[in-house]
Nanobody, 123 residues
Framework: KVQLVESGGGSVQAGGSLRLSCAAS???????MGWLRQVPGKEREVVAG????????YYADSVKGRFTISRDGATNTLYLQMNDLQPEDTAMYYC?????????????????WGQGTQVTVSS
């Protein structure tokens, strides 16, 4: 059974940085891993993704150049490095995994979810 546990969220000022972590277990190397976010009243969106084994990088246009998704195979941890955070990045962030990937990846690709970690960016 896939289990995903996020951590690293918090409150920062605009221009600051945070690094989200996702402790993953029960996944396979062939799975697609990603970070998604949701603001109350808005649709959940895929912000970044990659294959567990590498490749298949995807970033939403709104975060390109600022966010970086990576995985540490030694610790089975998925990361989302978020730099130059802006108020519009405020959201609940979720680590997710799926057995297949669309091009580009979509919400429905991800069948496994973490509990979420809140990121709040103040101006």
């Amino acid at each position: 059974k896939v289990q995903l546990v996020e951590s690293g969220g918090g409150s920062v000022q605009a221009g600051g940085s945070l690094r989200l972590s996702c402790a993953a277990s029960g996944y396979t190397f062939s799975m697609y891993m990603g970070w998604l976010r949701q603001v109350p009243g808005k649709e959940r969106e895929v912000v970044a993704g990659r294959y567990s084994a590498g490749g298949g990088l995807y970033y939403a246009d709104s975060v390109k150049g600022r966010f970086t998704i990576s995985r540490d195979g030694a610790t089975n941890t998925l990361y989302l490095q978020m730099n130059d955070l802006q108020p519009e990045d405020t959201a609940m962030y979720y680590c997710a995994a799926g057995e297949f990937r669309s091009h580009p990846p979509i919400l429905e690709d991800f069948g496994y979810w973490g509990q979420g970690t809140q990121v709040t960016v103040s101006s």
